[in-house]
């Protein structure tokens, strides 16, 4: 059985299940480890379907290229992270992903140049740290707290997930 979804609902629904993947673990910015209050217009933000990104459509090398560049551009060693796409040298046609332990302070200053690189490279900001361009949708993040790692007290875990959402 096949259920068709409408692209801006599964932009949602995969962009909500790729911030709950890439979160497990995380606590408050303030470290106490108290989950924070939601925001209700960043609440209200991120359910309201984005429009659909236009231009031709990526492919997953091209995408996993640009990623690689955005890391680099944001002082980042892409080689120095792990993809999970790639397991076993067979790329998953569907799934950029890109994870590693860095310092908390190089986190915090890449995420924003990590941000702006993926903006100039043409994707297309929807929410704080998620991204679109064609049909893939892009999440960075970073935790000091991981379910995974065992992560040090100036460490933070860096993330970018990317899915392809499939032609509308």
Request: hydrophobic share 40%.
């Amino acid at each position: 059985m096949h259920i068709r979804v409408r692209p801006q609902t599964a932009a949602v629904i995969a962009l909500a299940a790729s911030a709950a993947l890439a979160l497990a673990g995380c606590s408050s910015s303030d470290g106490s480890g108290a989950a924070a209050a939601p925001k209700p217009a960043a609440a209200s933000q991120s359910a309201k379907p984005s429009p659909k990104a236009t231009g031709a459509p990526l492919g997953r090398d091209a995408v996993d290229d640009e990623v690689k560049s955005s890391l680099r551009a944001a002082g980042l060693d892409p080689e120095k992270g792990k993809g999970s796409g790639d397991a076993n040298a067979t790329k998953n046609a569907s799934v950029v992903d890109w994870t590693a332990v860095t310092t908390t302070q190089q986190a915090e200053w890449a995420l924003p140049r990590l941000g702006e690189q993926l903006k100039h490279l043409g994707w297309r900001e929807t929410a704080p740290q998620s991204y679109e361009k064609t049909d893939w949708v892009l999440l960075i993040g970073s935790t000091k707290q991981s379910n995974t790692v065992n992560l040090k007290s100036t460490e933070s875990l860096l993330t970018v997930n990317v899915t392809y959402l499939g032609a509308g």
